[in-house]
Every structure is written in C-alpha cells, then in structure tokens.
C-alpha cells in the first residue's frame, strides 16, 4: 500500500481506474473512490476493450451502500484529459490498457473476480472490493469504519 500512500502525497485531483474491460475491478475502484474522495476531486474509469458492468460488481457495492447500477463500460479514451492527473492500472493476468495523457502512473495489480467461475465468484468480488476499500482507505485518508 506504499503506492496508495506516495499518490496521497502528490495530492492529485483526478483519478482514472483502468483495466481490460472496465466491467468489475475498474468498476468497483471507481464507485468506491466516489464515495470516499472529496467531492471536489474528479474520479472515472475505464478500460481497453470495454463490454458491461458485471452485476456482481454492482451487488457487492450495494452491500456496502453503493449504487452503481446506472455505471456504464467504458473505453480510456472517453477520459477527460484536462482532468486526469493519476491513472491507477488493475489489471493482474492481463495487458494493462495505456493512458496516453500526462498523469502520474500506478500499478495496482489485482486478480480479475469476473475469470472465477463457480460458487467462489462473488466472494472474489467482495475481496477484491475490501482490496480495493484499503488501498482507496489509505489513498483519501478514510478509516475503516467508513461504509
């Protein structure tokens, strides 16, 4: 979580979440950050080949009293430029989409929840939002109790 804790520092005013498909980790990065950043901080995602948001995203966001059903997949070039000052990359098992404006790069590499198939599927997306919940945590200085 050091990553978290040097972006802290740096103080940027908007994040892009960037993995393939901008339909689960991505996703859940960004619901996540809206709820904790402060208001003024612009906050989006994206992804290289983007599809749908996967309802087990929206599900276990709504656990934590996030709404996310009216998020939409989309692609990194749909960020606005002038707004971006950090892009935090997710992808773990797979090429990572490339942001090409200025901003200060992080790697958070996470298993993708959407590649679990079986009955573990949704407990691998609320691990990867408690995950992403500490890393954010750190980043926007919230504590734990928050949500």
Known sequence: ???AGVLRALAPEGFLFLCVANS??????EGL????APPEIWIGSGGS????V?????????EVGIDIADHRSKSVDDAPRDRVEAVITLCAEEVCPVYLGRAHRTHWGL???AAVTGEGRLQAFRD???ELRRRLGVL????????
Not at 24 to 29: D, I, V, Y
Not at 54 to 62: F, G, M, N, S, W
């Open 24 to 29: 689960a980790r991505s996703q859940l990065a």
């Open 33 to 36: 950050a809206r709820s904790m």
């Open 49 to 52: 080949e983007p599809s749908t």
């Open 140 to 147: 926007f200085g919230v504590g734990a109790g928050h949500r």
């Open 54 to 62: 996967r309802p087990e995203a929206i599900e276990v966001l709504a």
């Open 128 to 130: 990867t939002r408690d």
């Open 1 to 3: 979580m050091v990553e």
């Open 111 to 113: 298993p993708d929840p």
